[in-house]
């Protein structure tokens, strides 16, 4: 089963590390413009959301790829776009859901996240896991965990306060 | 030099609004780094002696570090340098977010700033593009309302700004410099310079990458930083309650909070503005800066009550303290009330702490009545005078025109034995950590380059470390001892030697609290990103060179080892509770050791040639020479004879 990458915004703290590592990996430098992700800010809302493409089962990208530069690598599942072959007319940064292809500016082609081989490198050094490389029905159930999880918080917390009420009166 | 340094310095002159593009020296870079390291060097060479801070003379730096805007961990930052008004001797201030790495992007290593535009302005660096423009529509408006109008009209996410608020412009003495809403470049009045050139903002906008020499090694060296860092109690801490966390250690632990302009050392109504109380109660969300995993930034609100909804991305163990304990205040909302208003307004939230506290001790001591304060009624604990008088100061009104010329000068002009109260060094209020209970800091704040203030040395082994690994470091046990005097010279004199080198790569000081101090990660980091091959003990001599070249400046303007001091509190009076009951800070020992350790005149504290000559700096020798601050060569006979 091919695995994916999740991307949890509320766990985003900003710090636009997966940026660094990833042109870095990519290019040899350290150029936010040269990563396929990028963080957006809501700085007056303290909200960080990264944006990386989610390799679409039915990916419009290659639908629509003039020159059928966009393919999907067999073991990894990523969406690859070969250089030797993309015009870079943009026809695909159009029709990304997620806006996650961009131009490299130097080479005046499209760049998207190819997941590194199957070993993605932001995932590696995101530190507070808001980025997470696994199979969808593991995320998946982790993501449903937590989010219950923080729908039950009431009731765990007046738990905590009769026990301490308790503890008091002994 | 492809890799780290990006090679070119910006210089604009606003009086004549000529921009120049000037190539890095790469020997200075190699010897100062960067950052504070550079603009040292370079504020020494631009200034002559005894200009007014606040006039066209004065030169306004901005550096940047080789490993700025790379993976190196918390590489995010900046330092701004010009003379500062507070002290009239080296100006130095040093700020996180994104502002720093988007000027390396956009192609340079520092930006000098000369002269004074005749009309408010702002200037736009868009890559190679460089333009001074009109900031007449920004002036007069706080540092949240600039970002959100420059955002407008530039028009484009990615940018990044720094900027003043109204206090700059009123060139309120202690005026800061934020940058991307959040972030303070605080200290020794960076704002209020940028304020007298009638400059406003800088936005960034970059296109280009930072080179870096050995992509892979830098990813191993960075994972195994991550590894170090998160094996270190403080930085679990930290990440968690950002600073203040340090509001249990310093009151709790230590007793050596300020309280009451520091008439005690603990705090009786701390236990409503730790960090931990914080953390539950208003904090949303861990935000970090630039590259940094250690993200201590705290996003919070006010959940419940009249200020219900009340946002805000930083509240730190100053802005807490210096709004609480410091006044008396046990309601941490007025401290995260008053720390928005300082920060939009932009004043150095230390140093409004600090008049604050010595207006309300002089109120205390009948010295300041009502009437001189425009009614205010200065009492221990009034949250509604403290915000009023942030007001004040800002836009100096009435009774807010003296205090925001700092305490020193306060003092002078309401006398009465005032002085007495102002708790400063060389002009500089003094953070919230008392020295009576951590003699190292008190050494550190006194021979300090830029007045009062502990992160040019933040010798936090003091009371961190176990007595072994202080004989090993120090020499003796007794460096572990935070009462002791014993060591603290050297301890304080090594301290200030990796702080300047963090400062000069633009490290962050969090980042460098844990066990990524040592210079070994940092250097092997600095060696991926530049190709250069630095020794770990390179780290030492570097941050040395910059320490005698901020020592020479201050030297040229005047100063010397009577400046070295500490206010009368913190050497007579002892704290009279908790943990550090009994103490006075006992600094004259301190003094000449770390002189001693320095190579410096013990009777004096001024640098030596010997000691300027082996560091490389022949040319500040020189100076210092035709000054009369040090003595001539003397030729050996031998010599002579040639």
Redesign the interface.
């Known amino acids: 089963m091919k695995k994916i990458l999740m991307v949890s915004p509320?766990l985003c703290?900003?710090?636009?590390?997966c940026e660094?590592?990833c042109?870095?990996?990519r290019?040899?430098?350290?150029?936010?413009?040269?990563s396929c992700i990028r963080v957006?800010?809501i700085?007056?809302?303290?909200?960080?959301i990264p944006g990386v493409c989610q390799q679409c089962e039915s990916p419009l990208c290659a639908d629509v790829c003039p020159v059928d530069a966009i393919s999907r690598d067999p073991d990894t599942g990523a969406l690859i776009i070969r250089e030797e072959i993309c015009v870079g007319c943009r026809a695909c940064s159009m029709v990304c859901p997620y806006g996650a292809i961009t131009m490299d500016?130097s080479k005046r082609i499209m760049i998207k996240c190819d997941l590194c081989g199957g070993d993605p490198?932001c995932v590696?050094?995101c530190?507070?896991k808001a980025l997470v490389y696994d199979r969808p029905e593991v995320l998946d159930t982790l993501r449903q965990e937590s989010t219950l999880r923080s729908l039950v918080k009431p009731l765990l917390k007046s738990r905590e306060t009769a026990t301490i009420k308790k503890e008091k009166t002994k | 030099m492809t890799y780290g340094w990006m090679g070119t310095i910006l210089r604009v002159n606003l009086t004549n609004e000529k921009i120049t593009k000037e190539p890095l020296d790469k020997q200075i870079a190699t010897k100062f780094l960067g950052g504070r390291g550079l603009n040292g060097i370079t504020l020494f060479r631009e200034l002559k002696a005894g200009i007014d801070p606040l006039s066209a003379e004065n030169v306004l730096l901005f550096g940047m570090g080789p490993c700025n805007?790379?993976?190196s961990l918390g590489s995010g930052r900046y330092n701004i340098t010009a003379r500062s008004p507070m002290t009239g001797g080296f100006g130095d201030s040093n700020s996180g977010g994104?502002w720093g790495p988007e000027l390396k992007?956009a192609g340079y290593d520092q930006i000098i700033i000369e002269g004074r535009a005749e009309e408010p302005v702002y200037l736009w660096i868009d890559g190679d593009e460089v333009e001074i423009r009109n900031a007449g529509k920004l002036w007069g408006r706080d540092t949240f309302e600039t970002?959100q109008i420059l955002k407008e009209e530039l028009e484009d996410?990615?940018i990044q700004m720094l900027y003043i608020g109204q206090a700059g412009e009123n060139l309120v003495r202690f005026a800061n410099v934020m940058t991307?809403?959040?972030r303070a470049a605080g200290r020794s009045g960076m704002g209020s310079v940028m304020g007298s050139k009638n400059l406003k903002a800088i936005a960034v906008r970059g296109?280009?990458?930072?080179?870096?020499a050995h992509?892979s090694k830098?990813?191993e060296a960075?994972?195994k930083a991550?590894d170090i860092l998160?094996s270190d109690w403080f930085a679990q801490l930290f990440s968690e309650e950002g600073s203040p966390c340090l509001v249990d250690i310093y009151n709790n632990r230590l007793g050596a909070l300020v309280t009451r302009n520091f008439q005690a050392g603990v705090f009786e109504g701390a236990e409503k503005i730790l960090g931990k109380y914080f953390d539950e109660n208003y904090k949303?969300?861990?935000?970090?800066?630039?590259?940094?995993?250690l993200?201590c930034?705290c996003?919070y609100m006010i959940k419940e009550g009249p200020f219900a909804g009340l946002?805000w991305?930083k509240a730190e163990f100053a802005t807490i303290v210096n709004f609480t304990s410091r006044v008396g205040v046990d309601n941490i909302e007025v401290a995260l009330r008053a720390g928005i208003l300082t920060d939009k307004y932009g004043i150095d939230l230390i140093s409004m702490g600090g008049v604050l506290g010595f207006a309300f001790e002089c109120y205390e001591k009948g010295i300041l009545t009502p009437k001189d304060t425009d009614g205010l009624k200065l009492e221990w604990g009034n949250g509604d005078a403290v915000l009023e008088l942030v007001r004040k100061v800002a836009f100096q009104e009435g009774f807010g025109k003296i205090l925001s010329e700092g305490v020193k000068r306060a003092a002078e002009v309401i006398g009465k034995g005032s002085e007495d109260y102002a708790i400063h060094t060389k002009g500089l209020e003094h953070i919230e950590c008392d020295p009576r209970g951590l003699q190292a800091w008190g050494l550190g704040y006194a021979v300090s380059s830029r007045g009062a203030d502990h992160l040019r040395a933040l010798p936090a082994f003091e009371y961190t470390i176990s007595p072994e690994k202080a004989k090993e470091l120090y020499g003796t046990e007794k460096a572990a001892d935070r009462f002791s005097i014993e060591g603290k010279g050297k301890m304080v004199k090594w301290f200030e030697e990796l702080r300047a080198f963090a400062d000069s790569m633009e490290i962050c000081k969090y980042i460098t609290r844990t066990g990524l101090l040592f210079p070994e990660p940092l250097v092997e980091m600095l060696n991926a990103v530049t190709g250069m091959e630095y020794k770990p003990d390179d780290a030492f001599k570097i941050g040395e060179r910059i320490v005698n070249v901020e020592r020479a400046f201050n030297v040229r303007e005047g100063f010397s080892r009577k400046d070295d001091t500490l206010p009368k509190r913190f050497l007579e009076e002892p704290l009279m509770e908790g943990p550090s009951k009994g103490h006075v800070c006992d600094l004259e020992p301190m003094l000449d050791d770390y002189y001693k350790f320095r190579g410096w005149d013990v009777k004096t504290g001024l640098p030596t040639r010997a000691k300027l000559e082996e560091l490389g700096l022949s040319e500040i020798a020189l100076e210092l020479q035709k000054m009369g601050k040090i003595p001539p060569e003397k030729k050996t006979r031998l010599e002579e004879k040639k």
Do not use: M, W
Request: charged residues 20%.
């Open positions: 509320q703290t900003g710090c636009r590390i660094l590592v042109s870095l990996s290019d040899g430098e350290c150029n936010p413009l040269k957006f800010k700085k007056e809302e303290g909200i960080d500016i490198k590696k050094f530190l507070t | 805007g790379t993976l994104f992007y970002e996410p990615r991307g809403l959040y296109n280009k990458g930072v080179g870096v992509p830098l990813q960075a994972l991550y998160y949303i969300a861990n935000k970090g800066c630039f590259s940094c995993p993200h930034g996003f946002r991305g």
